[in-house]
Protein backbone atom coordinates (compact mmCIF):
# COMPACT_ATOMS: atom_id res chain seq x y z
CA UNK A 1 0.00 0.00 0.00
CA UNK A 2 2.53 2.31 0.66
CA UNK A 3 3.57 4.75 -2.52
CA UNK A 4 0.47 3.58 -4.00
CA UNK A 5 -2.64 6.28 -4.63
CA UNK A 6 -6.01 4.94 -3.98
CA UNK A 7 -9.03 7.44 -5.23
CA UNK A 8 -12.38 6.03 -2.86
CA UNK A 9 -15.92 6.05 -4.28
CA UNK A 10 -19.27 5.75 -2.93
CA UNK A 11 -21.37 4.79 -5.92
CA UNK A 12 -24.84 5.57 -5.22
CA UNK A 13 -27.67 3.87 -7.14
CA UNK A 14 -30.88 5.98 -7.48
CA UNK A 15 -32.77 5.60 -10.82
CA UNK A 16 -30.46 4.32 -13.01
CA UNK A 17 -31.85 0.88 -14.98
CA UNK A 18 -30.09 -2.01 -12.93
CA UNK A 19 -28.96 -4.72 -15.45
CA UNK A 20 -27.84 -7.53 -13.19
CA UNK A 21 -31.88 -7.55 -11.62
CA UNK A 22 -32.93 -8.35 -14.83
CA UNK A 23 -31.65 -11.69 -14.11
CA UNK A 24 -33.20 -12.08 -10.85
CA UNK A 25 -36.62 -10.59 -11.47
CA UNK A 26 -37.86 -11.65 -14.77
CA UNK A 27 -40.17 -8.79 -15.80
CA UNK A 28 -37.94 -5.72 -13.75
CA UNK A 29 -37.91 -3.37 -16.75
CA UNK A 30 -36.12 -0.56 -13.88
CA UNK A 31 -38.83 2.64 -14.98
CA UNK A 32 -39.42 5.20 -12.18
CA UNK A 33 -41.52 8.06 -11.72
CA UNK A 34 -40.94 11.56 -11.08
CA UNK A 35 -42.40 11.86 -7.80
CA UNK A 36 -40.43 8.22 -6.83
CA UNK A 37 -37.39 9.65 -8.00
CA UNK A 38 -38.00 13.23 -6.08
CA UNK A 39 -38.69 11.54 -3.15
CA UNK A 40 -35.41 9.07 -3.22
CA UNK A 41 -33.32 12.32 -3.61
CA UNK A 42 -35.11 14.06 -0.59
CA UNK A 43 -34.51 10.78 1.76
CA UNK A 44 -30.63 10.84 0.24
CA UNK A 45 -30.44 14.85 1.23
CA UNK A 46 -31.99 14.15 4.13
CA UNK A 47 -30.54 11.26 5.29
CA UNK A 48 -28.19 9.26 3.41
CA UNK A 49 -25.64 12.10 2.93
CA UNK A 50 -25.82 13.26 6.52
CA UNK A 51 -24.01 9.62 6.67
CA UNK A 52 -21.60 10.54 4.53
CA UNK A 53 -20.98 13.64 5.98
CA UNK A 54 -20.04 12.48 8.81
CA UNK A 55 -17.35 9.65 8.07
CA UNK A 56 -14.53 9.39 9.94
CA UNK A 57 -12.74 9.11 6.70
CA UNK A 58 -13.47 11.82 3.98
CA UNK A 59 -10.72 11.61 1.43
CA UNK A 60 -14.06 9.76 -1.08
CA UNK A 61 -16.03 10.81 -4.19
CA UNK A 62 -19.90 10.07 -4.71
CA UNK A 63 -20.94 9.02 -8.18
CA UNK A 64 -24.59 8.94 -8.00
CA UNK A 65 -25.80 6.81 -10.84
CA UNK A 66 -28.66 8.25 -12.78
CA UNK A 67 -30.98 8.14 -15.07
CA UNK A 68 -31.14 10.89 -18.40
CA UNK A 69 -35.31 11.51 -17.43
CA UNK A 70 -33.94 12.81 -14.15
CA UNK A 71 -31.41 15.35 -15.16
CA UNK A 72 -33.89 18.11 -15.17
CA UNK A 73 -35.16 16.79 -11.37
CA UNK A 74 -31.54 16.75 -10.01
CA UNK A 75 -30.96 20.04 -11.55
CA UNK A 76 -33.08 21.95 -9.61
CA UNK A 77 -31.10 21.18 -5.85
CA UNK A 78 -28.21 22.73 -5.04
CA UNK A 79 -25.26 19.30 -4.77
CA UNK A 80 -21.85 19.65 -3.05
CA UNK A 81 -19.10 19.48 -4.89
CA UNK A 82 -17.79 15.93 -4.47
CA UNK A 83 -21.26 14.45 -6.10
CA UNK A 84 -20.65 13.47 -9.87
CA UNK A 85 -23.85 12.48 -11.07
CA UNK A 86 -23.51 9.96 -13.67
CA UNK A 87 -25.85 9.41 -16.49
CA UNK A 88 -23.29 6.92 -18.03
CA UNK A 89 -22.87 4.64 -15.21
CA UNK A 90 -19.86 6.65 -14.33
CA UNK A 91 -17.99 5.72 -17.42
CA UNK A 92 -16.15 8.79 -18.38
CA UNK A 93 -16.12 9.82 -14.58
CA UNK A 94 -14.28 6.21 -14.02
CA UNK A 95 -11.98 6.51 -17.23
CA UNK A 96 -11.12 10.38 -16.04
CA UNK A 97 -9.47 9.25 -13.02
CA UNK A 98 -4.99 8.55 -12.59
CA UNK A 99 -4.96 6.76 -9.32
CA UNK A 100 -3.17 3.65 -9.01
CA UNK A 101 -6.32 1.88 -8.30
CA UNK A 102 -10.04 3.22 -7.25
CA UNK A 103 -11.72 1.81 -4.29
CA UNK A 104 -16.04 1.91 -5.30
CA UNK A 105 -18.56 1.10 -2.20
CA UNK A 106 -21.76 0.47 -3.75
CA UNK A 107 -24.58 1.66 -1.51
CA UNK A 108 -28.35 2.72 -2.70
CA UNK A 109 -29.51 6.06 -2.51
CA UNK A 110 -31.60 5.33 0.74
CA UNK A 111 -29.31 3.57 2.63
CA UNK A 112 -26.78 4.60 5.72
CA UNK A 113 -22.85 3.83 6.37
CA UNK A 114 -21.81 3.47 9.50
CA UNK A 115 -19.37 6.65 10.65
CA UNK A 116 -15.80 4.22 10.41
CA UNK A 117 -17.57 2.33 7.60
CA UNK A 118 -15.14 4.27 4.28
CA UNK A 119 -11.96 4.10 7.11
CA UNK A 120 -12.15 0.58 7.92
CA UNK A 121 -12.19 -0.33 4.13
CA UNK A 122 -9.10 2.02 3.91
CA UNK A 123 -7.45 0.00 6.39
CA UNK A 124 -8.19 -3.39 4.72
CA UNK A 125 -7.06 -2.52 1.38
CA UNK A 126 -4.60 -5.34 0.00
CA UNK A 127 -3.94 -3.67 -3.30
CA UNK A 128 -3.02 -6.66 -5.41
CA UNK A 129 -2.95 -6.94 -8.96
CA UNK A 130 -6.19 -8.45 -9.15
CA UNK A 131 -10.06 -6.95 -8.26
CA UNK A 132 -10.13 -7.33 -4.37
CA UNK A 133 -13.67 -7.42 -2.69
CA UNK A 134 -14.78 -6.26 0.30
CA UNK A 135 -18.02 -7.19 2.31
CA UNK A 136 -19.48 -5.73 5.38
CA UNK A 137 -20.94 -9.16 7.94
CA UNK A 138 -24.05 -8.77 9.49
CA UNK A 139 -26.20 -5.47 8.99
CA UNK A 140 -29.14 -3.24 10.52
CA UNK A 141 -32.40 -3.08 8.35
CA UNK A 142 -34.39 0.15 9.04
CA UNK A 143 -38.06 -0.42 8.87
CA UNK A 144 -38.68 3.62 8.32
CA UNK A 145 -42.44 3.53 8.61
CA UNK A 146 -42.57 1.16 11.44
CA UNK A 147 -39.77 3.28 13.31
CA UNK A 148 -37.69 -0.11 14.57
CA UNK A 149 -34.63 -1.59 13.80
CA UNK A 150 -33.73 -5.23 12.83
CA UNK A 151 -30.77 -7.09 13.36
CA UNK A 152 -29.89 -8.61 10.38
CA UNK A 153 -27.30 -11.70 10.84
CA UNK A 154 -25.29 -13.93 9.36
CA UNK A 155 -25.91 -12.83 5.95
CA UNK A 156 -22.68 -14.92 4.68
CA UNK A 157 -24.14 -18.50 5.82
CA UNK A 158 -24.90 -18.73 2.20
CA UNK A 159 -23.45 -16.76 -0.64
CA UNK A 160 -26.10 -13.95 -1.10
CA UNK A 161 -27.69 -12.86 -4.34
CA UNK A 162 -27.98 -9.09 -2.36
CA UNK A 163 -26.45 -7.08 -0.13
CA UNK A 164 -27.15 -3.48 0.99
CA UNK A 165 -23.32 -2.86 0.62
CA UNK A 166 -20.28 -4.05 -0.92
CA UNK A 167 -16.70 -2.84 -2.43
CA UNK A 168 -14.84 -3.87 -5.34
CA UNK A 169 -11.22 -2.23 -5.27
CA UNK A 170 -9.75 -2.32 -8.85
CA UNK A 171 -6.34 -1.54 -10.18
CA UNK A 172 -5.53 0.78 -12.84
CA UNK A 173 -5.05 -2.10 -15.56
CA UNK A 174 -8.61 -3.07 -15.02
CA UNK A 175 -10.58 0.12 -14.34
CA UNK A 176 -9.24 2.27 -17.30
CA UNK A 177 -11.04 -0.22 -19.25
CA UNK A 178 -14.66 0.39 -18.76
CA UNK A 179 -16.03 -2.81 -19.85
CA UNK A 180 -14.16 -4.32 -16.82
CA UNK A 181 -15.34 -2.39 -14.07
CA UNK A 182 -19.09 -3.44 -16.01
CA UNK A 183 -18.68 -7.00 -15.96
CA UNK A 184 -17.30 -6.97 -11.87
CA UNK A 185 -19.81 -4.15 -11.03
CA UNK A 186 -23.19 -4.62 -12.75
CA UNK A 187 -24.12 -8.47 -11.40
CA UNK A 188 -26.02 -9.89 -8.47
CA UNK A 189 -24.06 -10.38 -5.37
CA UNK A 190 -24.09 -14.02 -5.18
CA UNK A 191 -21.88 -13.87 -8.37
CA UNK A 192 -19.56 -11.47 -7.04
CA UNK A 193 -18.92 -13.98 -3.64
CA UNK A 194 -18.82 -16.93 -5.79
CA UNK A 195 -15.82 -15.96 -8.06
CA UNK A 196 -13.59 -13.87 -6.01
CA UNK A 197 -11.82 -13.78 -2.80
CA UNK A 198 -14.11 -12.22 -0.16
CA UNK A 199 -12.89 -10.25 2.50
CA UNK A 200 -15.58 -9.90 5.75
CA UNK A 201 -15.56 -6.42 7.28
CA UNK A 202 -16.95 -6.09 10.84
CA UNK A 203 -20.49 -6.24 11.67
CA UNK A 204 -23.35 -3.62 11.64
CA UNK A 205 -21.42 -1.04 9.52
CA UNK A 206 -24.05 -0.45 6.97
CA UNK A 207 -27.82 0.37 7.25
CA UNK A 208 -30.45 -0.63 4.57
CA UNK A 209 -33.65 1.54 4.98
CA UNK A 210 -37.01 0.40 4.44
CA UNK A 211 -39.23 3.12 2.94
CA UNK A 212 -42.61 2.64 1.11
CA UNK A 213 -40.95 4.34 -1.68
CA UNK A 214 -38.27 1.41 -2.40
CA UNK A 215 -41.31 -0.07 -4.39
CA UNK A 216 -41.02 1.97 -7.56
CA UNK A 217 -40.59 -0.61 -10.27
CA UNK A 218 -43.46 -2.70 -12.12
CA UNK A 219 -41.85 -5.82 -10.99
CA UNK A 220 -42.87 -4.86 -7.40
CA UNK A 221 -45.94 -3.36 -8.08
CA UNK A 222 -47.68 -6.51 -9.95
CA UNK A 223 -46.44 -8.67 -6.79
CA UNK A 224 -49.93 -9.05 -5.16
CA UNK A 225 -48.39 -9.22 -1.80
CA UNK A 226 -46.31 -5.67 -1.79
CA UNK A 227 -49.14 -4.50 -0.23
CA UNK A 228 -48.85 -5.95 3.03
CA UNK A 229 -44.63 -6.63 2.16
CA UNK A 230 -43.29 -3.95 4.91
CA UNK A 231 -45.54 -6.07 7.27
CA UNK A 232 -45.05 -9.19 6.93
CA UNK A 233 -41.21 -8.32 6.97
CA UNK A 234 -41.94 -6.81 10.27
CA UNK A 235 -43.33 -10.15 11.39
CA UNK A 236 -40.74 -12.46 9.97
CA UNK A 237 -38.18 -10.29 12.00
CA UNK A 238 -40.41 -10.70 15.56
CA UNK A 239 -39.86 -14.68 14.49
CA UNK A 240 -36.42 -14.65 13.71
CA UNK A 241 -34.36 -11.85 14.24
CA UNK A 242 -33.90 -9.36 17.10
CA UNK A 243 -36.06 -6.24 16.90
CA UNK A 244 -35.05 -2.86 18.54
CA UNK A 245 -38.04 -0.65 19.23
CA UNK A 246 -36.50 1.03 22.25
CA UNK A 247 -36.56 4.83 21.67
CA UNK A 248 -33.03 5.30 23.13
CA UNK A 249 -31.62 2.32 21.15
CA UNK A 250 -32.69 3.68 17.95
CA UNK A 251 -31.15 7.14 18.73
CA UNK A 252 -27.79 5.31 19.85
CA UNK A 253 -27.78 3.62 15.99
CA UNK A 254 -28.54 6.47 14.23
CA UNK A 255 -25.10 8.18 16.19
CA UNK A 256 -23.51 5.21 14.84
CA UNK A 257 -24.26 5.99 11.32
CA UNK A 258 -23.37 10.20 11.07
CA UNK A 259 -27.57 10.76 12.60
CA UNK A 260 -27.84 13.35 15.52
CA UNK A 261 -25.09 15.54 15.93
CA UNK A 262 -22.22 16.51 13.55
CA UNK A 263 -22.80 18.39 10.54
Same mark, same amino acid.
Given at each position: MKNKSVTFVVSIFLDVFRPELKKHYRNYEGSCSIEWTKNR?????????????????? +?????????????????? !??? +? /??????????? /????ALDTDYVSITRLDSDDLLHRDALKTIQENLILSDKVETMFF /?? !?????? !????????????????????SYTLIFPKAIYKDWENIRKHWFVLAQEIFNNSDVKILPS?????????????????????????????ELQDANKFKRVIFSSSERVEILKKFGIFGGK
Open positions: IEFFRDWTLKSLHNQSFQ +DFRIFMLCSKGSKSLIDL !YTW +D /ANIKHCYDYGK /ASYE /AD !YFRWLF !YHDCFVCVADPFKYPPEWSPDMVCQVRIKESTHHKIWKQDPLQKVRLEE
